[in-house]
């Protein structure tokens, strides 16, 4: 019976032992684990978009015409002549697959240059906090980096030129968007819009399943959360 009751006795400890939580670990594990799971939650991102049909075929992040140009190539498609207006949706997405994978380095150097007080805020933030840090520091640096590829990808599409005289003189009037108003300034916010999107959908998925985080450390961060 002492056996069984010190057996007991050792498990409970044992059990207690893995109970961690957030206060148990040092800054230092914590800010590690969480860099862990960002930099893998953003490569899949990154990989799962930058392929042939990473846009298109996911209703989600797909690009289409914006505003009254959306509407207008929905009348185009009605009166025939869609055959345009999927052709620059095509080339639209494309250009924005092509892009992504230069995310990478840039959405790396920004978890690597994360800081103990930033790891802390996100680890105590909402379920999308890592990946508000990630836009926040990486943002403008990524839109740097995407938006000559996607014109050079777009400019070999003659409709990009209608798009951008249309575009233009509605921005003028304050119906789109000002970086709407060329065909390249619209598809790379879409992309990032796109990008960020995917990331907080790995970020949800790692804090939900944290035994689907990649290294150890990251495992025990998240399921201490």
Not at 165 to 187: N, R
């Amino acid at each position: 019976m002492l056996r069984l009751t010190t057996v007991a006795a050792a498990l409970l400890l044992s059990a207690s032992a893995f109970a961690l939580s957030l206060s148990d670990l040092s800054q230092q594990d914590a800010s590690g684990g969480l860099k862990d799971a960002l930099i893998q939650g953003a490569q899949v991102a990154v990989k799962q978009l930058g392929t042939p049909g990473g846009f298109s075929d996911n209703p989600d992040v797909r690009i289409e015409l914006p505003g009254h140009l959306g509407k207008a190539a929905k009348t185009m498609k009605m009166m025939g002549m869609g055959a345009q207006v999927e052709k620059l949706e095509a080339s639209m997405n494309k250009a924005a697959e092509a892009a992504v994978p230069q995310a990478q380095a840039l959405l790396v150097d920004a978890v690597k240059k994360m800081t103990l007080t930033d790891a802390k805020a996100i680890l105590a933030g909402p379920a999308d906090s890592a990946t508000q840090y990630l836009n926040q520091s990486s943002r403008e640096q990524i839109r740097a980096k995407f938006l000559p590829i996607v014109k050079q990808a777009t400019d070999q599409v003659g409709l990009a030129q209608q798009y951008n005289a249309f575009a233009g003189q509605a921005a003028a009037f304050g119906v789109v968007d000002a970086k709407s108003s060329t065909v390249e300034g619209y598809v790379t916010e879409q992309a990032l819009n796109g990008l960020f999107e995917m990331i907080a959908v790995q970020e949800a998925n790692i804090r939900q399943n944290p035994a689907g985080a990649a290294t150890s450390l990251a495992k025990k961060v998240f399921g201490a959360l």
